[in-house]
């Protein structure tokens, strides 16, 4: 056999993708791929159409079609079993389900190119490789890669962390050494003062030193420390006043004594010439009170606010740390109670429906009613990947298109209605819903709908009136959340309420629609009414109206009669919910 190019096509004729496996021009691909929706005959019974040159092999997949483009010497045995693989690839690789159409073969279009290079090698051959193999082969899975990459991450991790350590002994040194060198200096300067600058250079606290103390003081840089230099000291004076105050505060009265003891030169040093007074050191450096029972502390710590914004500047992304909640007894509010989290089984089933409808708004006929339902599962234990479950659909008629997934065995849900795997040794994929069940329903009875919604504007003297009110037509759903949304058109006048019999109404100025609000309608509470004004518009200003609800109850009433393994045929423990919902409900 000789495949000259594989491509996946519309029914209408539209390209997707396509991939040749001989050398072949652009124009000429087009020019073959352009011809064939024209050979095609809705009469013909065979999946294969000849020309003088090539000979096309194609298979629908849903509204698709699947194309091989081959010699016509080629064998047409292999080339309908080579096309029989290919298109069992286009629902293993989309991205919805097993959905195939043209949105999913686009979304997927470089995996589906890559496993027809799985399939077909460059020249048109055929290899002998199955669906699983070539699952393995696109993978492309290296334990050798992971074990790399799990290193690099490691010392990554590690770097990080000493980088972090580094920073946090840097900035503590460099506040000692400030503390320390900003001491010093004052030290040689009323040293000198004093008439002792010869003792002050020996000592390494007067304008040079040559020991590592002198040489902090006065800007050199000593082991593990960072100094500060004499030229930046005014700078950082001003800079940094509360600390300065605070030293000032303590040399003071120190300074006071150096004043008689040395007072032969005449020059100490007394806190009216260079302290602070206490009014000011008591501004500069407050002492504050601690809430949380700790005693006194000076000042407000930034350690912790530091070190997060130096992780912020690395990189990492962090979270201020909580503040716990106060006890109820001490004053302070107690802490909201924690929602429980839903709890479900390694096996949960769910029961999604989507409901779109289109009505009238001349007295709310139906227009166009859409139903669509998928029975999703997921298992989160790989024990539990070959299973089968067991439905049962009470209500279900010929109104709903029921189908399932593809690699579910048709006969057995036909005729059992139990969903089981064609090949148990490939099992549900772990840790992702699949849906495994899907229905329809297109219709224009009202029996279909579940909630009726009519709209009145009528126009009086100046003003216009809006009349809405609902009617829930199927008693056995309770729906809740539900949201009528009237657009108005009026800008930043508010609309009037006139009467609201049920729920609350509300005015939303950014998108200039009146919000009616329901929390729950039941059999209970089947009917409301709602009336507002507004300034005169136009009646078509009021549409298209939108409506929105969700329930716990589906149309399609499936229920789960229980799960069991594939093999063993034991029970297995699960977990199920449903919910129905609107996509598009409205009044046009």
């Known amino acids: 056999m000789v495949v000259l190019a594989a491509a996946v096509t519309s029914k209408s004729g539209k390209l997707l993708l396509s991939r040749q496996f001989v050398n072949f021009s652009r124009v000429r691909i087009e020019g073959l791929l352009a011809s064939f929706p024209k050979l095609i005959s809705t009469d013909q019974q065979h999946t294969y159409v000849e020309t003088d040159n090539v000979r096309y092999v194609y298979q629908p997949v849903e509204s698709l079609y699947v194309l091989l483009i081959t010699t016509k010497s080629s064998n047409i045995v292999e080339d309908l079993e080579t096309l029989r693989l290919l298109g069992k690839i286009l629902p293993e690789y989309s991205p919805r389900y097993g959905v195939v159409d043209e949105e999913t073969v ?21 290899e002998a490789v199955n669906l699983q193999q070539i699952a393995t082969f696109t993978e492309m899975y290296s334990h050798e890669e992971r ?43 009323v040293m000198q003062s004093a008439g002792l600058g010869g003792l002050a250079k020996d000592l390494g606290l007067g304008a040079s030193g040559g020991n590592p103390a002198g040489a902090m003081a006065m800007g050199g840089t000593a082991p593990g420390r960072s100094g500060i230099s004499s030229e930046s000291f005014a700078a950082q004076q001003q800079a940094a006043a509360a600390e300065q105050a605070l030293m000032s505060g303590g040399m003071s009265g120190g300074f006071g004594g150096m004043d008689g003891g040395m007072g032969g030169g005449g020059g100490g040093m007394s806190s009216s010439e260079y302290g602070l007074s206490s009014a000011a050191r008591s501004s500069a450096a407050p002492v504050t009170a601690s809430t949380g029972g700790k005693g006194m502390a000076l000042g407000k710590s930034k350690k912790q606010d530091t070190m997060l914004a130096a992780m912020r500047a690395e990189g990492e992304v962090v979270d201020a740390l909580p503040v716990p909640a106060r006890p109820s007894g001490a004053g302070g509010a107690s802490a909201a109670p924690v929602q429980p989290a839903i709890s479900t089984e390694s096996v949960h089933l769910s029961t999604v429906e989507k409901i779109s409808a289109v009505l009238n708004r001349d007295g709310g006929d139906v227009e166009n009613i859409e139903l669509k ?7 989160s234990d790989a024990a539990f990947g070959a299973i089968r479950i067991s439905v049962a659909m009470a209500n279900a008629s010929s109104e709903f298109q029921i189908r399932t997934h593809p690699n579910i065995d048709k006969a057995l849900f036909t005729s059992s209605n139990v969903l089981g795997l064609k090949d148990p040794s490939r099992p549900f994929p772990v840790g992702n819903p699949l849906g495994i069940l899907r229905w329809r329903v297109q219709s224009k009875e009202e029996k279909m709908l579940p909630l009726r919604v009519t709209c009145w504007p009528s126009e009086t003297g100046s003003e216009s009136q809006v009349n809405l009110e609902f009617e829930l037509l199927a008693p056995a759903l309770e729906l809740r959340d539900v949201a009528i949304t009237i657009p108005t058109h009026t800008g930043s006048t508010s609309p ?9 109404f509300s005015y939303n100025q950014r998108i200039q629609s009146v919000v009616w609000s329901i929390p729950r309608i039941d059999q209970s509470s089947s009917q409301g009414n709602l009336e507002f004004t507004t300034p005169l518009v136009d009646s078509s200003s009021f549409f298209p109206v939108a409506i929105s609800f969700m329930s716990r109850s589906t149309f399609l009433q499936l229920s789960i009669n229980g799960v069991a393994g594939a093999a063993t045929n034991e029970a297995v423990k699960y977990s199920a919910d449903s919910s129905l919902s609107t996509d598009n409900y409205m009044i046009e």
């Open 106 to 126: 686009l979304e997927a279009s470089f995996e589906i190119i890559c496993s027809f290079d799985e399939v077909i090698d460059w020249g048109g051959g055929r």
């Open 373 to 379: 339902g998928d029975l999703m599962l997921r298992v």
């Open 147 to 189: 074990l790399a990459k799990m290193i690099e991450e490691s010392k990554m991790q590690e770097a990080k962390e000493e980088m972090k350590r580094k920073a946090a002994v840097i900035r503590s040194q460099k506040g000692d050494g400030d503390r320390l060198g900003v001491f010093g200096v004052e030290i040689g300067r």
């Open 496 to 504: 009037k309420l006139v009467d609201c019999d049920a729920g609350a």
